[in-house]
């Protein structure tokens, strides 16, 4: 399913002048048909009330998705965009480190759609989200 080989250390290893990086987000586990990360809950992440806020789990999902999507492409050709993404929250988490992990729904030549599930450190579901994302040229400089 990928393009070329990548791994956790890989992925890691990136600018870190992104919001991804500004939350901790860590990618944990590279396998056949999915890719995994964890993010701290903390007051990084937290909304006022102290519990995770839901636009960071949409970032872990987002972040998941789209470099799941660069994973699959030639990036000397194209570019992953995000196109649309939802997110159903579904228990609070107070602390600790959630773990995302992203399937392919659909794997096309111009769109691919993903499925991310958040879990908290119990192993509970706390989010479900889907991205749709756009494969488009990569622009000339």
């Given at each position: 399913m990928w393009f070329s080989e990548f791994t956790p250390e890989g992925l890691n290893d990136r600018p870190k002048n992104h919001l991804g990086a500004?939350?901790?987000i860590q990618f944990t586990e590279v396998g056949t048909d999915f890719l995994a990360a964890t993010m701290p809950v903390d007051e990084?992440?937290?909304q006022p009330a102290g519990i995770?806020?839901?636009g960071a789990s949409v970032v872990l999902a987002e972040t998941l998705g789209s470099i799941a999507s660069y994973m699959c492409i030639n990036p000397e050709?194209?570019?992953?965009?995000?196109?649309e993404i939802n997110a159903n929250h579904l228990r609070p988490v107070k602390s600790g480190l959630v773990t995302g992990i992203?399937?392919?729904?659909h794997i096309g030549a111009k769109t691919h759609?993903?499925?991310?599930?958040i879990y908290n450190d119990k192993g509970k579901m706390?989010?479900?989200?889907r991205l749709t994302v756009a494969i488009i040229p990569k622009p000339q400089l």
């Open positions: 500004l939350l901790d990084r992440t937290h995770l806020h839901g050709k194209h570019i992953p965009v995000g196109l992203c399937k392919p729904l759609v993903w499925e991310i599930k706390n989010c479900v989200s």
